[in-house]
Nanobody
Framework: QVQLVESGGGSVQAGDSLRLSCTAS????????MAWFRQTPGKERECVGD????????????YYPDSVKGRFAISRDNAKNTVYLQMNSLKPEDTAIYYC?????????????????WGQGTQVTVSS
């Protein structure tokens, strides 16, 4: 079982930046894919980035939906079992609870059911 813990959420002004962290513990091997999702009340869960890698595939690849492309960036530190979500030029519509998720399987980008483990979420509030 993998446990995921997000941190770094908070309240910021529009245009500010924020970096979220997601640290995995427990049975972290193998994890080859992690993603960030967000959700606001009354709206469907939205993926904001999906990154994948392998033991033999250096670098990896990351998918971003158009809504955040160019503003959000995912990076990872495998030695720390941590994935980061750097969010720049934040907008009020980015306000949501942000969740990280992990899986050992490859599949369609940002396909929620692929992910077996989920964090508890961290609140991000962007005011205008």
């Amino acid at each position: 079982q993998v446990q995921l813990v997000e941190s770094g959420g908070g309240s910021v002004q529009a245009g500010d930046s924020l970096r979220l962290s997601c640290t995995a513990s427990g049975r972290t091997s193998p994890i080859y894919r992690m993603a960030w999702f967000r959700q606001t009340p009354g709206k469907e869960r939205e993926c904001v980035g999906d990154t994948r890698w392998s033991d033999t595939w250096s670098g990896g690849s990351t998918y971003y939906p158009d809504s955040v492309k160019g503003r959000f960036a995912i990076s990872r530190d495998n030695a720390k079992n941590t994935v980061y979500l750097q969010m720049n030029s934040l907008k009020p519509e980015d306000t949501a609870i942000y969740y990280c998720a992990s899986t050992s399987s490859y599949g369609r980008d940002c396909y929620g059911p692929d992910f077996r483990s989920w964090g508890q979420g961290t609140q991000v509030t962007v005011s205008s």
